[in-house]
Each structure stands twice: as C-alpha cells, then as structure tokens.
C-alpha cells in the first residue's frame, strides 16, 4: 500500500468532514439530498430479484466511488494550482522572507 502525501491528508479530511457540513448549509445540496432519499425509498420497495437488486447496488457504489475520487481529485489539483500561483506571484518567497525576519 502506498502512503498517503499531505495533499491526499488534506483532501480526504476536508472531503469527509468539512465538506458535509458546508454542504448542508446550501439549499440546492438539500433539494437534491431529498430526492436522493426518495429514489432511494422507491428503489427499496421495488420487487426485484436479488441479482439484480445486488447489480443494481453495484453500479451506484461505483457511481458514488467515481464521484468521489473526482472530488478529491479535483481538490488536491485545486491545492497545487493554489501552491503554483503562490509560487509565480512570489508571495512564498516573501512569506519565507517575512518569517525569517522574526
């Protein structure tokens, strides 16, 4: 198993725990939360077989696995571009300087 960089630390933390409560706070994630739930109660009462209720459960987990690499996919992207444009406006280096300062 590989270990984790700090980038991969950092989106997982924020993903899993800062995330959800941001998102509760935004009436358009709370719509669609609702009717996530509601799917989610017809889909329970529906008669299938178990075959393919289990395929059926397979490709959401796999939809919702998908989703959630992008996220923090795009969130770790998000922190180098951040790291970069510091880099490129100098600010890093005036940082470095100011700290060496004290």
Known sequence: MM???ILD???ENFLNEKMESIMKQDKGYMELDRQIN???EKFESMDMDAEKRQAAE???SLHIN???FYAKASYKQGMKD???L???TGLIEML???KEKQ
Do not use: H, N, P, T
């Open 58 to 60: 397979q490709l959401i």
């Open 3 to 5: 270990e984790k960089g």
């Open 82 to 84: 951040w790291f970069s």
């Open 96 to 98: 470095k300087f100011d």
């Open 66 to 68: 998908s989703i959630d």
């Open 9 to 11: 630390i950092l989106a």
């Open 86 to 88: 510091l880099e490129e």
């Open 38 to 40: 509601e799917q989610g």
